[in-house]
């Protein structure tokens, strides 16, 4: 039920449809495709960064500090 | 005998990645947090071995890697939680980007291959070169590159993008493409 183009005559610009359609897949991502899966990515990342450092970090370095070597463990 | 100041300002600037990092690898917030905090543990049991002028950052993430790799692997990881606790600790949506979409990426980037997500939030995210993340993750610079093209490759696939334009909020549009074939 698929039509299925001649090997060699397929369109060039392919999109996710046609990709669909000839069950092709993609030689290579475009650039452009790579720059937003690059800017999703970060996004969720940076989300997290902005969170800063948590109080129970800098508490368990000032602990550690106070301990006065690393090697009491809490 | 104290922190040296220096050493104990590294490790908490390194820290907001660290978590980042850390919840990519076992998509909960509570237990990436146990994970870094499991790390800082040990790099300062273990302090002695850091080299002063090497990257901290680095150091405290190959640490992190592999206790993640030794301790937490054998738990699955929890895929179905990246919808809950995680939405629910990361209440600020980006708002450049669709709800949808990002929800989307968020679930594919879940999909992937233990080797291929952490190679490419490394390079992708944390900011670090193709050669710091092989030794992070103790590999071949080449073995890093391919599992990072692959992971772009399996994400486009999963989220059904093509190109670019295949992004955005037609989700609709696309939902009754995808069902009329």
Redesign the interface.
Known sequence: M?ERKPVGQQNP?????T???TGAK?AK??R???????????????????????D???E??NR??AN????D?P | ???DESV?KA??GA???L??FA??LCGNVDRA?DL??ET??RA??N?DSFQPGTNMSAWLFTILRNHFRSEYRKRRREVEDSDGHYAET?K?Q?E??GQV??RE??EA?SQLPQDQREA??LV???GFSYEEAANICGCAVGTIKSRVNRA??R??ELM????????GPDEQV?AV??SG?
């Open positions: 698929n610009i392919e999109t996710a449809a990709r669909k359609r993609p991502l475009g452009d495709v790579q720059a937003r899966l690059g800017q999703q990515l970060r996004a969720m990342y940076d989300e997290v960064v902005n969170q800063g450092v948590p129970r970090f800098s368990l370095l550690l500090d006065g070597t690393s090697r463990k | 005998m104290a922190m104990r490790i908490l820290v907001p990645s978590r980042a919840i990519s947090d870094v905090q800082l543990l300062l049991a302090i990361l600020t980006p450049q980007y979409e990002y990426f968020r980037l490419l939030v992708g995210a944390s772009r490759t994400l486009a059904h993008v093509n190109s670019a334009e295949d992004f696309r493409l995808a074939e």
